[in-house]
Nanobody, 124 residues
Framework: QVQLVESGGGLVQVGGSLRLSCAAS????????MGWFRQAPGKEREFVGG?????????YHADSVKGRFTISRDRVKNTVTLQMDSLKPEDTAVYYC????????????????WGQGTQVTVFS
């Protein structure tokens, strides 16, 4: 059974940093796309970014986080990480780790697998 387990969420002050990690189990995603979504209360789910399964990987970051968030992966450990810097109150959301059987990581990717989510709250 495939599982994606996020960690690293929490409370952080405006301008601070957090690092989210996602550990996958049940199958290898070393050649598959992985990424992150987020959903704030009362808002639609937003694709934050993804990293492809190809080598070398390519990344996609949403305009709202470009230059502040960085996605990376460890193929051996079967993990994906979201480094979040210069956090803003509007980054407050539940963040979900996702993975797909394909290698392509874009907002239009089907994203077959989802984690349970981790809360990130940015306060001023």
């Amino acid at each position: 059974q495939v599982q994606l387990v996020e960690s690293g969420g929490g409370l952080v002050q405006v301008g601070g940093s957090l690092r989210l990690s996602c550990a996958a189990s049940g199958r290898s995603f070393s050649n598959s796309a992985m990424g992150w979504f987020r959903q704030a209360p009362g808002k639609e789910r937003e694709f934050v970014g993804g990293i492809s399964g190809w080598s070398p990987s390519s990344t996609y970051h949403a305009d709202s986080v470009k230059g502040r968030f960085t996605i990376s992966r460890d193929r051996v450990k079967n993990t994906v990480t979201l480094q979040m810097d210069s956090l803003k109150p509007e980054d407050t959301a539940v963040y979900y780790c996702v993975a797909d059987q394909s290698a392509l990581a874009t907002p239009r990717t089907h994203w077959d697998y989802w984690g349970q989510g981790t809360q990130v709250t940015v306060f001023s």
